[in-house]
Each structure stands twice: as C-alpha cells, then as structure tokens.
C-alpha cells in the first residue's frame, strides 16, 4: 500500500504562484510513476502532469504544458512537487496527487482510473 499526503493548497490572485507538495509513504519502491490531477467544480477530474519516478521524465497535459507549471521529485524525501506561477481563475479546482506501480505513457493522465493509489486533494483558488 501507498499513502499520499498532499499540500501547499490555497487562495491566491492571477498572476501569483504557489508550490504544491505530496510526501508518499509506504510502499514507495513500487511506484514508477506519479501524476498531479486536479478537478473543478461540476467537472471531470483532469490529469495536469506526470513524472516518472526511474528516469524522471515529464509530461504535461495540452491545458499546462505552455505554462509555468513544472513537476518535480526529491526522492530522498519521497516527495512529488507542482510550481505553478502565473495562475488563472481558470486553474482554480482540487488538485490530487496519485501514483501507480505501472510505467508513465501518453496515456496516463487521460484517465485517472490508471492510478490506483490517491491523495485527498488540496484546494487551489485564484481569484481575478
């Protein structure tokens, strides 16, 4: 089993930043990939980055991927990172962190049911 605790959630206007953070624990030599997800009110939860944890190669999702977003690892902490500057209202939803045991690919942020293990999300707002 693996245990993922999100946080760095918060209130911020357009144009500001913040650092979210996830410590896993537990079973972490058996993850091989880690994801942040987040979901806005009344929509379906979106996949935002990938990493993985071997080689540490990234993905961003088309809604990030030409912004300042930058995921990010420190294994020696078991800890997955998200900075996010520049924020929009748009960006405002729950953002989850997650992890699987199965390899990173294009197509793992396309559906969040390829992570089997979940954080209970942090709250990002930003206001206009």
């Known amino acids: 089993q693996v245990q993922l605790v999100e946080s760095g959630g918060g209130s911020v206007q357009a144009g500001g930043s913040l650092r979210l953070s996830c410590v896993a624990s537990?079973?972490?030599?058996?993850?091989?990939?880690m994801a942040w997800f987040r979901q806005a009110p009344e929509k379906e939860r979106e996949g935002v980055a990938y990493?993985?944890?071997?080689?540490?190669?990234?993905?961003y999702s088309d809604s990030v991927k030409d912004r300042q977003f930058t995921i990010s690892q420190d294994n020696a902490k078991n800890t997955l990172n998200l900075e996010m500057n520049s924020l929009k209202p748009e960006d405002t939803a729950k953002y989850y962190c997650?992890?699987?045991?199965?390899?990173?690919?294009?197509?793992?942020?396309?559906?969040?049911?390829?992570?089997?293990?979940w954080g209970q999300g942090t709250q990002v707002t930003v206001s206009s």
């Open positions: 997650a992890a699987t045991w199965g390899r990173c690919g294009w197509w793992s942020l396309g559906n969040p049911s390829n992570f089997p293990y």
């Open positions: 990493i993985s944890t071997r080689d540490s190669t990234t993905y």
């Open positions: 537990g079973n972490t030599d058996s993850i091989y990939c």
